[in-house]
């Protein structure tokens, strides 16, 4: 391999709902990381790998850091600010639209120990005036020396060419860590329960918070060649049940609907996708549920 061959990690923080797992999904270039515009939406560290001839980039898209209001919660910003230390370059994800806030200083504070090269992503900035952009490059400089500012819309694209030539600068000479076909490092169970997780939250809008937990209990080849996928939504109270099986099972069937088409196109077959609902009292504070449901910090 090429001795200027380049790779590296690269972390994406910033509070919540700033548009990480969209720009993740831009980059990769297929949906890794579930969007939803509900705060909190990632609760793991999901990494999307993106190979060119050259350089390999294997981002780490992390939880918004926010104030922990349960166990989850706690696991969640302690995830988000262990990756600042274990990376080559700290992308910090703020959202053009909100401007500075409580948030930012909160982070920024961690910030100050980082020995890493620190780039300001200013996203979303398809929402605003070129010229409250320019006011809000001038206020975030005086808070933090930053390596890099870079202006982006994830959503749209701008820019997410020249941040990603930007950051090839900033990579240390390596190997390649993973295929060049391999887009993420997580297995597709994982993904698969996110993605049947997305669906939850975005056809059941505001009537279910995020205290719901999705397990694959099976997967299985059936005699017809298509994969049979068992999988358990589980919440917190009664009540929220009854919302996500909706009237005669109706919102049960949409959300199945909608995942199995995504979990299809993931694995390029046709599959079989059952799901139903149990519920699980109070268990983003249990840690026990916590472990159960792949939320474990044993790592940290």
């Not at 922990?68 to 080559?88: I, R, S, W, Y």
């Not at 993420?184 to 809008?205: A, C, G, N, Y």
């Not at 505001?206 to 589980?234: R, Y």
């Amino acid at each position: 391999m090429d001795q200027a061959y380049k790779s590296g990690f690269i972390t994406i923080v910033g509070r919540p709902n700033v548009g990480k797992s969209t720009f993740m999904n831009r980059v990769i270039g297929q949906k890794i990381a579930i969007m939803s515009d509900k705060a909190q939406t990632t609760r793991n560290t999901i990494q999307g790998v993106l190979t060119e001839p050259d350089a390999q980039y294997v981002f780490i898209d992390t939880p918004g850091i926010h104030k922990p209001k349960h166990k989850l919660g706690d696991f969640m910003v302690k995830v988000a600010q262990n990756t600042l230390n274990e990376v080559d370059v700290v992308l910090f994800m703020i959202n053009a639209e909100e401007g500075y806030g409580a948030g930012d200083k909160y982070i920024i504070e961690r910030l100050e120990s980082i020995k890493s090269p620190v780039f300001l992503i200013i996203n979303k900035i398809d929402q605003i005036h070129p010229d409250q952009l320019i006011l809000l490059i001038d206020k975030y400089k005086d808070k933090y020396d930053f390596t890099e500012i870079v202006p982006i819309s994830a959503l749209e694209g701008n820019n997410v060419e020249h941040l990603i030539q930007v950051l090839k600068e900033h990579l240390p000479q390596g190997p390649q860590y993973y295929p060049e076909d391999q887009v993420t490092d997580h297995p597709e169970r994982f993904i698969m329960s996110e993605l049947i997780r997305e669906k939850v939250l975005q056809l059941t809008r505001e009537e279910i918070p995020h205290s719901i937990a999705v397990i694959i209990e099976q997967i299985e080849k059936k005699e017809d060649e298509k994969i049979l996928i068992q999988a358990a939504i589980v919440t917190e109270r009664s009540s929220q049940k009854g919302i996500i099986i909706g009237k005669q099972g109706s919102m049960l069937k949409q959300i199945g609907i909608k995942a199995r088409a995504d979990i299809e196109a993931l694995l390029g077959t046709k599959i079989y996708l059952e799901l139903w609902v149990k519920v699980q009292k109070d268990w983003r504070n249990r840690p026990q549920n916590l472990q159960e449901f792949g939320f474990s910090d044993n790592d940290y």
